[in-house]
């Protein structure tokens, strides 16, 4: 695990890469003293989202209120291919060098920057402690599928405002992109790939039962 960093007065925490001899930080999401609502964040999982949406909910309880949104694994991996492409063109490269030699450690997705590559349970293992106690895990779509409003309700929360949803997988707007990318990307790399996938299909698995974190 890499060491987390004190709580800052603006009520994050976060994660020093320092640790893996690079520079860099994950910064895990906390609202305010009196709400107390601690949003462990994993990249490509709706987060930048309902970070925005934190500003506009209250906890009801006296008790602080911990979640976390877990990302079908396939598509999150789609995702984040998606986004490489798209913004550094280079994700080709990255799939040669690192999953048919299969270099599959989170020191080297940090090294070549790429910090949205790592397992969704990187993320969950080095939040703070106190916040993963009774964090509760969601899947994405049974988050959004009666809409964010709804999705916050579901962990005891309470928006101030109708908060709108969002699509949130291939196999709902864009099914074609999906089909490709399982024909021409993961077909190249399935045993690694497969491998990479397993921890987090786990804590997906984990997430469908509305599970805490023990």
């Known amino acids: 695990m890499i060491p987390v960093a004190d709580i800052h007065a603006n009520y994050n925490a976060k994660i020093i890469f320092s640790a893996l001899g690079v ?14 609502i601690y949003f462990l964040n994993i990249p490509k999982n709706a987060s930048e989202f309902i970070r ?4 506009f909910i ?16 396939l598509e999150r991996l ?18 040669d060098a690192f999953f048919k ?5 989170n020191e080297n997705y940090i090294k070549v920057g790429i910090e949205h590559l790592m397992p969704q349970k990187f993320f969950i293992d080095n ?5 993963k106690k009774e964090c509760q895990l969601i899947t994405m779509e049974s988050f959004f599928e009666d809409g964010a409003t709804a999705g916050f309700k579901k962990f005891g929360l309470n928006p101030r405002i109708e908060i709108p ?5 291939f196999s709902e707007y864009d099914s074609g992109y999906k ?7 993961y077909a190249k790399y399935p045993k690694y790939l497969d491998e990479y996938l397993k921890q987090d299909y786990e804590l997906y698995e984990q997430a469908k039962n509305n599970s805490g974190l023990a």
């Open 179 to 185: 089909e490709w990318f399982l024909q021409e990307i």
């Open 127 to 131: 939040a703070p402690t106190e916040w």
């Open 165 to 169: 949803s969002k699509k949130i997988n």
């Open 23 to 36: 520079v860099g930080q994950h910064i895990y999401y906390r609202n305010s003293d009196i709400n107390r």
């Open 101 to 105: 030699n299969k270099n599959l450690s």
């Open 52 to 55: 925005n949406c934190m500003h």
């Open 78 to 95: 789609i995702s984040i291919y998606k986004y490489m492409i798209n913004v550094e063109e280079r994700f080709d490269d990255f799939f």
């Open 58 to 73: 209250d906890n009801p309880s006296s008790q602080p209120k911990s979640f976390c949104i877990i990302r079908d694994p």
